[in-house]
């Protein structure tokens, strides 16, 4: 099998929150399929949203790129499967996870994005705190929409309806799902 690489961006402000937890069970599993894994803390880093960039996708240009996001866009685009972990924030996800996302705006039709992304793997993590009702497509929706869009394979999610802060450890089914979904993403994208 061929070295994968797997970033993990970590939405939620919170470490060792429920979706944090589930994210760390996703990298073991696919550690335990011989994966490379990053963390990126997205709240530890210097974001800004995306400025003004223009109608004309070639033309456009990223006026803030002196902060931390064209780094974890670059190394988005270096890895084979990223991972999108947030937590369901007001129907979203969350600012530190939008703001990434938004700011590929201005890099949409660089090279060494497209050409990085396309082919790549796609994985949601989410946790939401709703009693009766699953909020994950708040989540999952959009990253299978940013999965299309950069012709990249959308791997699937795991998400867990728990609000209390790091409850998430006392089920540990859901962490063993999230441990087996890493394993087969990396299994995933090593089959081609």
Do not use: C
Not at 72 to 89: E, G, K, N, T, W
Not at 110 to 139: C, K, Y
Not at 170 to 188: F, N
């Amino acid at each position: 099998m061929p070295d994968i690489t797997v970033v993990i961006l970590l939405g939620s402000p919170r470490r060792n929150g429920n979706t944090h937890l589930m994210a760390e069970a996703f990298a073991e599993g696919a550690r335990s399929e011989g994966a490379e894994v990053e963390s990126i803390f997205l709240d530890d880093l210097n974001l800004r949203p995306i400025g003004p960039v223009g109608d004309v996708w070639e033309e456009r240009e990223d006026v803030r790129a002196d902060d931390d996001t064209p780094g974890v866009l670059h190394r988005m685009a270096a890895a084979d499967i990223v991972v999108f972990a947030s937590p369901v924030y007001w129907q979203g996800v969350t600012a530190q996870m939008k703001m990434v996302i938004d700011r590929q705006s201005a890099y949409y039709v660089a090279p060494w994005l497209r050409e990085g992304m396309e082919g790549s793997g796609f994985f949601a993590i989410t946790a939401w705190g709703a009693p009766n009702e699953d909020q994950s497509h708040w989540v999952t929706e959009p990253v299978k929409l940013w999965a299309q869009g950069f012709e990249a394979r959308y791997l699937g999610e795991v998400g867990a309806n728990v609000a209390e802060w790091g409850k998430v450890a006392e089920m540990p089914g859901k962490l063993e799902e999230a441990r087996e979904k890493g394993a087969a993403a990396v299994r995933a994208m090593g089959d081609g």
